[in-house]
């Protein structure tokens, strides 16, 4: 029969192997814890950087300058062609980096509003055609772009810095500005209403 002392000896065996368990339970469900948070930082993060860096758009009011150029088909364009339509002009250029970031946000934004009376025409600041050509077919863009080699569009419109948007509407006024690259979440918030407005 055991004595005391070992029933007292297996007694605190047993406590101390059931506290091992729970600390064991206890850890996993820590660890556990702590990846499900490291992995949704990412896209909280994500999240939070989209809304830091987008632009934030202007509200402006000022007729819309005549823009004449020629497309790159070697076709003449203006801006008075999409008269009676929302026209988003987006000044940019091959050869910068937020231009190409959101070159497939405009993308996105005019294959859903399109068949809305609502048109992207963007102009290239300075660069050779075939260039801008490539670049076009690169990205898969389907909305008018014509380059601009002697920067008519954005002396024109007086756009500093690129990229830079303007919003025109049906009537033909400038109710929109903004520079630097702009997420679907804003164009959503403040283009959509103008595309949607009466319609």
């Given amino acids: 029969m055991p004595s005391k002392r070992q029933l007292a000896r297996e007694k605190a065996k047993t406590k101390q192997s059931n506290q091992n368990i729970i600390m064991l339970v206890v ?16 896209k909280a993060a994500k999240s939070l950087q989209e809304q830091e860096l987008s632009a934030i758009p202007s509200s402006v009011h000022f007729t819309a300058p005549e823009v004449q150029l020629t497309n790159l088909d ?14 988003l002009y987006n000044a940019w250029a091959t050869w910068c980096p937020p231009c190409k970031a959101e070159m497939p946000t405009l993308q996105a934004f005019y294959e859903k509003y399109k068949d809305q009376g609502f048109v992207i025409i963007a102009i290239e600041d300075g660069q050779p055609v075939a260039e801008v050509a490539a670049f076009v077919k690169e990205y ?3 909305f008018p772009v014509w380059p601009d080699p002697k920067y008519r569009a954005s002396t024109a419109f007086q756009a500093n810095g690129l990229p830079t948007s303007y919003v025109i509407d049906r009537d033909g006024t400038v109710r929109l500005t903004w520079s630097g690259a702009i997420t ?11 595309i949607t407005a009466g319609r």
Wanted: glycine share 14%; hydrophobic share 55%; aromatic share 6%.
């Fill in 27 to 42: 850890g996993v469900g820590l660890i556990l814890l702590a990846a499900a948070g490291f992995l949704s930082i990412p």
């Fill in 74 to 87: 070697g076709n003449p364009v203006a801006i008075s062609d999409y008269a009676g339509q929302v026209i």
């Fill in 140 to 142: 898969g863009l389907t």
């Fill in 184 to 194: 679907l979440a804003k164009l959503e918030e403040y283009v959509a209403p103008l």
